[in-house]
């Protein structure tokens, strides 16, 4: 496999990692601890053209490829360093936008995507449930038909971008007496329609300057036309796709944080003195740094596999789950080593590397957990 990237995806990536530095980075602190969205962070973000960069061209994006895409995501949490910021955006791309992209009709595609690929509207899906998080087809949330419209009822919980979004793409019921995965459909419902709510948002451990949202859907009636799919299909052929962007996409944010902590442990160990040298020049500390390097790497390699799979139409399932396992798991150990090194500074909410680790820990979480990615795993491999 030839990992190399074009000159031009390198410029791109550095463009992406200046702008964030110079937009992103400098409040990035105040609203980890505040808690709050910046619209004007997005609409800057917009402006650049990274609100729709993996939507086509024809619909108002930038048709970005795969490994862009990917290239784009780490370089603005490299640069950023604010991991809220790539978790609403990756959820506008690959949960809010590409479903519509890749399963919407002529009519759907060209109704929502241009808002969406222009930063009008912020993307998001709502799947998980109070009692629907790893068993996605445990879904109670209820659509049913009226006339011309769908009516939705339900709760719908942990959804990203949902008090900010324009649109949200809803995993609902709709087959009366089917259970598991059968008979769930995907509706395309504008936020403004009455009836859906974004009751609270939770305050959060790291990620936050993104809002995770509690929607309620009380009477949402929403047009038979904003079916998105097949009806009764959506779980296999959209929410699963909607999960493998995530491990192969999403996922690079890591990569990007990690390069940042690393590069600011190692400029910390050069400078802080102890014992009369720079820790950097003492072997315990030196080897925890070829550490994080080896895990970064080891990251990297499995993101980028995965993804330039993905990019090339091979089936990658079982890559991308171990990607997704592997950024959960390593990215969490890289991030706690920054801090011990960091020691005493390192706890301080002050310094970056504090907020890395907060923040790296939902990479285990959301997007299927690390258990849930040996479950697929081991699955596969057993199957007949």
């Known amino acids: 496999m030839d990992y190399r990237f074009t000159d031009e995806q390198l410029a791109f990536r550095r463009s992406v990692k200046e702008f964030a530095q110079r937009v992103v980075a400098p409040g990035a602190e105040e609203r980890d601890r505040l808690g709050e969205w910046d619209p004007a962070i997005w609409r800057a973000l917009s402006e650049f053209g990274l609100a729709g960069l993996p939507v086509p061209a024809e619909y108002g994006g930038s ?4 490994i862009t895409s990917c290239l784009a995501n780490e370089a603005l949490a490299e640069g950023g360093g604010d991991g809220g910021l790539n978790l609403s955006l990756g959820a506008h791309w690959v949960i809010g936008s590409m479903p519509i992209a890749l399963h919407g009709t002529e009519e759907q595609k060209q109704r929502y995507l241009p808002r969406l690929a222009s930063g009008e509207w912020v ?3 709502a799947s998980t449930e109070p009692e629907a998080g790893s068993d996605a087809g445990a879904v109670k949330a209820r ?7 769908w009516v939705l009822n339900g709760t719908k919980t942990f959804i990203t971008n949902g008090s900010i979004a324009g649109l949200c793409n809803v995993l609902v019921r709709t087959q009366a007496g089917a259970e598991g995965g059968a008979g769930l459909s995907c509706f395309i ?7 859906y709510r974004a009751s609270r948002d939770f305050d959060k451990h790291g990620c936050r300057s993104s809002p995770t949202s509690e ?12 079916l998105l799919g097949a009806e009764g299909e959506a779980l296999w052929r959209i929410a699963f796709e909607c999960f493998d962007w995530e491990r192969t996409v999403m996922v690079a944010a890591s990569i990007g944080s990690m390069q940042g902590v690393l590069d600011t442990t190692i400029a910390y160990a050069k400078q802080r003195v102890q014992f009369g040298k720079p820790i950097a020049r003492h072997p315990v500390i030196a080897h925890k740094i070829a550490g994080m390097k080896i895990d970064l790497e080891v990251m990297r390699n499995a993101v980028y596999r995965a993804a330039w799979m993905k990019q090339e139409n091979i089936p990658h399932q079982i890559e991308a789950s171990i990607a997704k396992y592997l ?3 390593l990215s969490t150990r890289i991030a706690t080593e920054a801090v011990q090194i960091h020691g005493g500074y390192g706890y301080m909410r002050e310094f970056g590397v504090e907020r890395a680790l907060r923040d790296t ?9 690390s258990e849930i990615q040996k479950l697929v795993i081991s ?3 057993l199957a007949d």
């Open 189 to 195: 419902v504008e936020t403004s329609t009455p009836g």
């Open 361 to 369: 820990k939902l990479a285990s979480i959301g997007g299927g957990t």
């Open 123 to 125: 993307g998001a899906w």
């Open 379 to 381: 699955r596969m491999l």
């Open 215 to 226: 929607v309620v859907l009380d009477d949402c009636r929403v047009p038979a036309e904003n």
């Open 327 to 329: 950024v959960g798991d």
């Open 63 to 66: 048709g970005a490829d795969i």
């Open 143 to 149: 659509g049913r038909r009226d006339g011309d419209a």
